[in-house]
T-cell receptor
Framework: EAGVVQSPRYKIIEKKQPVAFWCNPI?????LYWYLQNLGQGPELLIRYENEEAVDDSQLPKDRFSAERLKGVDSTLKIQPAELGDSAVYLC??????????????FGPGTRLTVL | GQQLNQSPQSMFIQEGEDVSMNCTSSSIFNTWLWYKQEPGEGPVLLIA?????ELTSNGRLTAQFGITRKDSFLNISASIPSDVGIYFC??????????FGKGTLLTVNP
């Protein structure tokens, strides 16, 4: 069974440019998460989707970040415009979405973003 | 927001030695999870704990959910070179949101 797929794996851009990351979750997983991981830190949740609905986007900086999961399967996270401080690894994770308890989150390999 | 204190930040050990790391929090969590992350990869779940006082093993790994629900530890016995990586604890609150610690970097010398 294929795991969570993310692309690109690496991205280098100039500040003020836009950038987009793509995630394809494990087949059948209803819940999708985007995390930000700074160097030397643990992942921090940006947004959580239940199917196509964003149920928790309280940590997403909405002035420059946006995300979508139009058909409830794959998802795109966008930054526009990027700032130097956005350099980090962006992780996508998915889970079955079993209600009422924690279900295992499976992480993708991440996209390492460098903003120059 | 909730904060997790994970210690130690890093460990350098010899192959065969046992390892212990822990996480503490000022807040109560409903679940504790332990993940391992290797370079260029995402975190992989090692052990999940759902009840205060629960002690769970996964091969050479053992983890416990503290009685106060504010702490957890992970032990690795008889370490091997492939145990190298960053180990993260994560606490789950009532809103099913995970809060991660800053990680423990483990280096095993063969």
């Amino acid at each position: 069974e294929a795991g969570v797929v993310q692309s690109p794996r690496y991205k280098i851009i100039e500040k003020k440019q836009p950038v987009a990351f793509w995630c394809n979750p494990i087949s059948g997983h209803n819940t999708l998460y985007w995390y930000l991981q700074n160097l030397g830190q643990g992942p921090e949740l940006l947004i959580r989707y239940e199917n196509e609905e964003a149920v928790d986007d309280s940590q997403l900086p909405k002035d420059r970040f946006s995300a979508e999961r139009l058909k409830g399967v794959d998802s795109t996270l966008k930054i526009q415009p990027a700032e130097l401080g956005d350099s980090a690894v962006y992780l996508c994770a998915s889970s079955l979405g079993t209600s009422g308890r924690y279900d295992t989150q499976y992480f993708g390999p991440g996209t390492r973003l460098t903003v120059l | 927001g909730q904060q997790l204190n994970q210690s130690p930040q890093s460990m350098f050990i010899q192959e065969g030695e046992d390892v212990s790391m822990n996480c503490t929090s000022s807040s109560i969590f409903n679940t504790w999870l332990w993940y391992k992350q290797e370079p260029g990869e995402g975190p992989v779940l090692l052990i999940a704990l759902y009840k205060a006082g629960e002690l769970t093993s996964n091969g050479r790994l053992t983890a416990q959910f503290g009685i106060t629900r504010k702490d957890s530890f992970l032990n690795i016995s008889a370490s091997i070179p492939s145990d190298v990586g960053i180990y993260f604890c994560a606490g789950g609150g009532s809103n099913y949101k995970l809060t991660f610690g800053k990680g423990t970097l483990l280096t095993v010398n063969p």
